[in-house]
């Protein structure tokens, strides 16, 4: 019955119509939720941090600090969008924030530079070079102060600043009195918990007038978090309260970082709309973990530099020959072996080990101490600690610079 495949199709792809999703880029990182959910106590801490603002007073400068995907970059977002509206309310206040991420625009010449052209028309804009240092801070001023009014400038990841002096100016420019017209603070953002202690002493005192700490989230805060994008990026019914607590919970088990957490909803979502399922369930949450970790796992591995890529490829070696625990000598011999074949000197095995260590901080292999007694002595074994197929289908321009071992043949090339 010829005629039944025509419509087979058609109703296939009105079940693709029918997806889980109805607005998929919510769940991505750029998203700027309207509301900000289990932040209570940072948000009120923050708002009243820049409270004199909306006064027209001098606000303060902040520092905010906290680990990635705790939301300070979307408590930021939240409230100056807040203070913007509020401040629209006065006719004879003028708030104006310009937010830089400094991952990127790495020098404070950069930033000056930035932030004198996001503040001029297209035709006046000035080159990334040919000015001094001095000339762009005085430029920027100028814009400050035309602007007769509150200037709030964020930067964010701000441990990315090669130099802080931009910080010195922008948290001093009170009392350096560079500004006549305007108000000027400094918002400084860092994931990097240690920055503040590197900053020096002046810079710090200013930039710190005020400091708040975002927390990680808790299981029960992410829940909040990811129940609140649920409801604007799936269809109704497509997600329900098990999905969204199962994400949660991994997500507060592995890092409290609620980016991690979306993005595993997002990943479980691309899962079961590629399985044509009209609902979200736990096991494409599971299925959606594993692809995350290998995403990861692949990304570390080509974060390393060759030499330790080719010390990766030797523990796989042994892994798939099933040798594993492997002795740190034999485990050279291959690395040395795989290393000339590539047509590399090999390194001493004494950077073999520093680096085995870092390979094992970074979960790729497991270094253990073994101690034999007066007879066999201490010695170190190693491990490959993540999955053989998806470690040897990471590393294959390194397999295919050193050659194929034996050993990895049939898995690199099963799918
Ligand atoms: N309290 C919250 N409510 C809603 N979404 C949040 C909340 N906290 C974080 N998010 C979302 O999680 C992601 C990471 O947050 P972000 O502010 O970028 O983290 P950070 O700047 O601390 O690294 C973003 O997509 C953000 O919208
Ligand atoms: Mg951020």
Known sequence: MLWERPQCVRVRREDTGRECYSNRDALLDDYTPKELVGRDAELQQYHSALQPAIYGEQPNNIFLYGKAGVGKTAATRFLLNKLQGDAEQYDDLQVNSQLVNCDGTDSS???????????????????????????????????????????????????????????????????????EKSRVAVIGISNDLSYRKRLSPKVRSSLCERSISFSTYNAQELQQVLSQRRDVAFKEDTVDDAVVGLCSAYGARESGDAR????????????????????????????????????????????????????????????????????????????????????????????????????????????????????????????????????????????????????????????
Request: hydrophobic letters at 40%; a negative charge.
């Open 109 to 179: 010449y950069q930033v000056a530079v930035e932030l004198v052209n996001r503040l001029r028309d297209i035709e006046d804009q000035i080159s990334e070079s040919g000015y001094s240092r001095s000339q762009v801070y005085r430029l920027m001023w100028n814009e400050f102060d035309d602007l007769q009014g509150i200037v709030l400038i964020v930067l964010d990841e701000v441990d990315h600043l090669e130099d802080d002096s931009i910080l010195y100016q922008l948290s001093r420019a009170r009392e350096n009195q560079h500004l």
């Open 260 to 415: 991690k957490a979306l993005d595993l909803l997002l990943k479980a979502g691309d899962v079961a709309r590629d399985e044509n399922a009209e609902e979200v369930l736990e096991r494409h949450v599971h299925e959606g973990r594993k692809l995350l970790e290998r995403e990861e796992v692949a990304q570390g591995i080509a974060n390393l530099n060759e030499q330790e890529r080719l010390m990766v490829y030797a523990v796989a070696t042994y892994a798939a020959e099933g040798s594993t625990p492997v002795r740190s000598t034999d485990l050279y011999e291959r690395y040395e072996s795989l290393a000339r074949s590539s047509g590399r000197d090999p390194l001493s095995s004494r950077w073999m080990r520093e680096h085995l260590d870092e390979l094992a901080m970074l979960g790729i292999i497991s270094v253990e101490k073994r101690n034999e007694g007066a007879m066999g002595g201490m010695y170190r074994v190693h491990e490959l600690e993540q999955d053989l197929k998806v470690v040897v289908d990471a590393l294959k321009e390194t397999i295919d610079n050193a050659g194929l071992h034996a050993s990895v043949r049939q898995v690199a090339e099963s799918d």
